[in-house]
């Protein structure tokens, strides 16, 4: 059966870094495009970063360029999220999702096909 587990949230200061993980179970990350989304209370769900199936095509939210990295580990069928430089602004339940097509297909991840259950993440003094 197809899942996915996040894992790596917790609590950190302005400024420090976490890693997240997604791993997969039940298929191969590899053949799907896989997006990282977050939620803070009372906001919408954004999109936050995604990489695509084949070549790896990465792409983020403006907010988050040059502070968070997308990449995929094909031997553990785990993508990962290195967040660097991290803000209270940052601070949201962040979801990993897989589709079947194009990253630029998901806004929002409407259309994603599965959904992790989230990690949180709280960036705080």
């Known amino acids: 059966q197809v899942q996915l587990v996040e894992s790596g949230g917790g609590l950190v200061q302005p400024g420090g870094s976490l890693r997240l993980s997604c791993a997969a179970s039940?298929?191969?990350?590899?053949?799907?495009?896989i997006g990282w989304f977050r939620q803070a209370p009372g906001k919408e769900r954004e999109g936050v970063s995604c990489?695509?199936?084949?070549?790896?095509?990465?792409y983020y939210a403006d907010s988050v360029k040059g502070r968070f990295t997308i990449s995929r580990d094909n031997v553990k069928n785990t993508v990962y999220l290195q967040m660097n430089s991290l803000k209270p602004e940052d601070t949201a339940v962040y979801y990993c999702?897989?589709?079947?097509?194009?990253?630029?297909?998901?806004?929002?991840?409407?259309?994603?096909?599965?959904w992790g259950k989230g990690t949180l993440v709280t960036v705080s003094s």
């Open positions: 999702a897989m589709g079947t097509k194009s990253c630029g297909s998901y806004y929002k991840g409407y259309g994603m096909d599965y």
């Open positions: 039940g298929f191969t990350l590899n053949y799907y495009a």
């Open positions: 990489i695509s199936s084949s070549v790896g095509s990465t």
